[in-house]
């Protein structure tokens, strides 16, 4: 007789109990960007609402960035860095194929022998490893979990691409999540149905190792009016979706943590939810770019320090991007 298993369990739900942030050591304005693109000030304003994006230095790169939101994180949980033990981190800048980012920071932050992985999906990535910290912790795999979010976009970026290379930011955002009572945290995540490569990376590394045709380094592209309606009525319904699973209204939003893909978007967003005045809903793109992987933890971080008055309410958060994938929840502020 084959023996029966022991299953392991852990608590009903999770929480987030802290954020730590780093943003690129520059604030770059539009001016420095026009010349390359052709274009103005006033038209980037328009279009997307941001003013400056933070880069970073040209020594730092995604693993830095990731370990200083970790060690803050830590720091403002009040929890022991030994007692985290699991990682991950949602990237898709890691400077080098192995090993994973979540491994090198576990260790520069003293989270070892935490389990560590990371997780690309792109503008979605955080949401995504967030929801899989959740999963874990609630088997009982896992009791206190570091998710960071963290991108150094300008390495990947064409200056003379007019479709995206205004937009990018470079910066690392991280919650540490843990068990809680009640509930904090209900996931909602999916795939949609446009073409894949409407953001995305125009050629691969290997092409670019071989030569073939003289291709360049890698850059990131997007279709942006495809990507732009795509965001705004479809991700709209993935947003409501993700209220109705919690069970609330959009009424009982203390805050609306979007990707920071574009203010358009987010004004659009915050008009179809019918959001009330009294839902503060996060601008962070204004003035560190869209970060990717990094975007709503950052905003959420800026959100907490601008309005402390938010904690412990509810807040929407939803992620979206290349491979046109996707992720909400509905999250209690810590």
Sequence with gaps: MTPTLKQATGPAFTRIYAYGAARGENAVPNEDLI???????????????????????????????ASIAAAEAIESSGVAASDVDLVIVATISNPKQSPSVSAIVADRVGANPAAAYDVNAACAGYAYAIAQADALIRTGAAHYALVIGTEKLSDVVDPADRSISFLLGDGAGAPLSARATPPALLPRLGLGRLPRDAVGMNYTLTEFRDGEGNVPWPTLRQEGPTVFRWAVWEMAKVARQALEVAGIEASDLAAFIPHQANMRIIDEFAKQLKLPESTVIARDIETTGNTSAASIPLASHRLMAEHPELSGGLALQIGFGAGLVFAAQVVVLP
């Design 35 to 65: 010349g390359p693109i052709d274009s103005s000030d006033e038209w980037i304003r328009q279009r997307t609402g941001i003013i400056t994006r933070a880069r970073a230095l040209k020594e730092t790169d995604a693993i830095d960035l």
